[in-house]
């Protein structure tokens, strides 16, 4: 449920479904989210779900805060509508001109890499939302003793289809960007593609995400 | 009287430092990671389409700082030029100083020299008619990060062409009287996070001037000053972020996210600018002081209200 509505601004509002990050929090916000969508709503322009927070940006020309407010307060949610999820596989190649940061990575927990890729391909992960540039996924949760921090200084550049770690989430970097998330692999897969105007993600929220670890001539091949 | 010719076209002899074809932006798409874009200074935008006689979403060339030098090829085409812009026509005879908000024709072998924007960033160049120009999620805008919209989604580059699907051949003499006015207080709305930072530091904030930095573009404005002291944390679960947003890295200096923002982050939020002064806020070029000045909403309601007022009664001016 959403426990508090603000305004971030003149014209959006701030859905606060609480503190906690987990799929339950989630979920409910995914469901607001797609509710709102197909309901149409006048002058809503954008909706930008996350962990546990909706955020719903309007054309202030069209209608106001707190208009808004209560169309959004008194929302029946669409009831039935089970959420449809997919299981998607993503190959990722663990060489080391892909895995920037496993070397740090295996310092800092203190295990070896083998253990690492062990850990990290061993577990289903949740797409809790996507974005930052377009089509990125944050998925959850990696195993406990794989939680990193961000670099202290991002990279400039992170090459394309980088899956990256930070604190209990992962993410794949659709194209080059800047980014600070620790480096452990390269997947061949084209995760957003902006020719496919009615479904460029190939990741949606809600989704589950399975790695599995390929080889370099594998990786390599892939798109032949 | 529409013209459908193909042999309509600009040669870009300078491409300008940030030229791109702009509209009004893409909506519904911020879940998936695209953000608004559309031209940063949304009234000189619709400026330049009134004057040309477009509908108001029509594409057109933004530039920035240094605009571009084109050579037009082709019967006649009008355009105008909106914004604080030095430009010159070059003819076969003579050459002649362009004023903004004014058409003016181009004939065959013509070049548009667009110098530089003045003590501003943004202009706008609009033709009497179409670009012909590709369009992504019903936008042309484009975005360089993500490579969308008209152009392949990139920058306008020296030696290619630019095509002009259709024109309308009529001579245009319509103009306006304006000029643009600076702003150096920027009204802000207390964010989501105001309360993760110090008594001093929200004091510092909305009483202390800070200066725009050449780290600034499309995708957001950093600025440099008093350093803001977060009492909490200086990251946030990262969640959705829209323009005007003014984040706080944990080195303390404002970050302001503009059009091609990313849309999602994880930077405490402590202001978001007003609607109303989001369109001068971009033309503050890199040097500028400015100094935020706290408001309720009811008040930004209102005084957004004022400046779509004024916009459309300058619409209406054009004659």
């Not at chain 1, 409910?28 to 962990?51: A, C, D, H, Q």
């Not at chain 1, 960007?177 to 496919?196: E, L, Q």
């Not at chain 2, 994880?266 to 706290?294: C, R, T, W």
């Amino acid at each position: 449920m959403i426990k508090n509505i603000s305004n971030l601004g003149d014209a959006a509002l701030y859905c606060d479904f609480g503190r906690e990050v987990n799929q339950e929090i989630n979920s409910e916000v995914i469901k607001y989210f797609k509710s709102i969508k197909e309901k149409k709503i006048e002058g809503i322009t954008n909706l930008t779900p996350s962990y546990n927070k909706l955020i719903i940006s309007f054309d202030l020309k069209l209608t106001n805060f707190n208009n808004l407010k209560k169309i959004i307060e008194n929302l029946e949610l669409n009831k039935i509508e089970k959420t449809e999820s997919n299981k998607i596989t993503i190959p990722i190649c663990c060489d080391k001109e892909f895995a920037l940061d496993i070397k740090r990575l295996e310092k800092k927990f203190n295990i070896s890499k083998t253990k690492i890729y062990e850990k990290f391909f061993s577990k289903e992960y949740f797409c809790y939302m996507t974005g930052f540039i377009a089509g990125l996924p944050f998925l959850g949760d990696l195993d406990q003793s794989l939680k990193s921090k961000r670099l202290e200084t991002p990279r400039v550049k992170i090459p394309k289809g980088s899956v990256g770690l930070a604190e209990q989430f992962c993410n794949i970097y659709t194209f080059e960007s800047p980014g600070g998330w620790n480096i452990i692999g390269n997947t061949p897969v084209n995760i957003f593609d902006k020719t496919n105007e009615l479904k460029p993600n190939l990741i949606n929220p809600g989704d589950s995400v399975v790695f599995e670890q390929i080889s370099k001539s594998e990786y390599e091949k892939y798109n032949d | 009287m529409k013209n459908t010719m193909t042999k309509y076209y600009f040669e870009v002899i300078r491409s300008g430092i940030n030229t791109t074809f702009q509209d009004l932006g893409r909506k519904h798409l911020y879940h998936i990671g695209i953000p608004f874009s559309g031209a940063m200074d949304n009234r000189n935008f619709i400026l330049a389409n009134a004057i040309a006689g477009n509908k108001e979403n029509t594409p057109v060339i933004e530039f920035a700082y240094q605009g571009p030098l084109l050579k037009f090829r082709g019967e006649k085409v009008n355009f105008n030029i909106t914004g604080n812009v030095n430009f010159k026509i070059i003819k076969k005879q003579n050459q002649i100083e362009g004023n903004c908000y004014k058409n003016y024709i181009l004939e065959d072998g013509d070049e548009l020299d667009i110098i530089s924007t003045n003590k501003s960033v943004y202009g706008y160049l609009a033709i009497s008619g179409n670009f012909d120009v590709k369009f992504q999620w019903n936008s042309c805008s484009v975005n360089t990060k993500a490579n969308i919209g008209a152009n392949d989604g990139k920058k306008i580059e020296k030696d290619q062409l630019i095509n002009i699907l259709d024109i309308d051949s009529e001579n245009s003499k319509k103009s306006l009287e304006y000029i643009n006015t600076k702003i150096e207080n920027i009204r802000v709305i207390k964010g989501t996070n105001f309360d993760y930072f110090s008594t001093e530091g929200k004091k510092i904030f909305f009483e202390k001037e800070y200066t725009v930095t050449k780290l600034t573009d499309r995708m957001g404005m950093r600025l440099e000053g008093c350093k803001i002291e977060n009492i909490v944390d200086t990251n946030i679960k990262s969640e959705g972020i829209i323009k005007g947003v003014i984040q706080i890295p944990a080195d303390g200096n404002p970050i302001i996210m503009l059009s091609d923002h990313g849309t999602i982050g994880g930077y405490p939020k402590i202001g978001v600018v007003i609607s109303a002064d989001y369109d001068k806020l971009v033309q503050l070029p890199p040097g500028s002081k400015i100094k935020f000045q706290e408001i309720e909403l009811a008040d930004a309601e209102l005084l957004f209200k004022f400046y779509q007022m004024e916009t459309k009664n300058l619409v209406l001016k054009i004659k």
